[in-house]
């Protein structure tokens, strides 16, 4: 029997249902957004990253980890947020950087540059989005810094749109 694969459920919404649904703001102060899940293997490359960025780029971090991170002394440690400011840090922020799957899908639907460590975890399912929406150079590793001038467009979108309509037809004919 064949097997029809559906999008996350979070890619089933556009970028403006979440911006209304939510009231999403920009804000102002420019930084670089860190969502960084338990993981030994990655924790450290991840940190020592996002800690050269913020370097090279004057701008600061925030971010989400178990614990505070002192690589990060110019950052803000914003652990605890719940979903809508989990959604509102990443819409406003000016660089994503991450191992999670979640994080790595909002970064696509707001259209902000990201990089992405793919974990054991969630290995398959990031580098399947990825590569399906051909932002390869949004893995880690990736040439240089080409993942900051990488970032969901409109033939991006058009792709979510077709896969998010295929999902729902599947869905619904399967639920009724």
Known sequence: KEIIQTLDPTLLLDQETYKESFH???KDEKYIFVYILLDSE???????????ISRSTGLKIRYIFMRR?????????????????FLQEIYSA??????SFHATVFSVQFEIPFCVFP?????????????????????????ANSWRESKADIVT????RQLAEKSMNFLLENIS
């Open 24 to 26: 999403l703001i920009k």
């Open 157 to 160: 979108k058009k792709k979510i």
């Open 42 to 52: 990655q924790m450290q490359t991840i940190i020592d990253f996002a800690a050269d």
């Open 94 to 99: 000016a660089y994503v950087i991450t191992n």
């Open 119 to 143: 974990r054991s975890g969630s290995k398959s399912r990031i580098t399947e989005l990825i590569t399906t929406l051909k932002l390869q150079k949004n893995l880690y590793p990736n040439d």
């Open 69 to 85: 991170i002192k690589e990060f002394s110019n950052g803000t440690y914003i652990y605890g947020i719940g979903p809508i400011e």
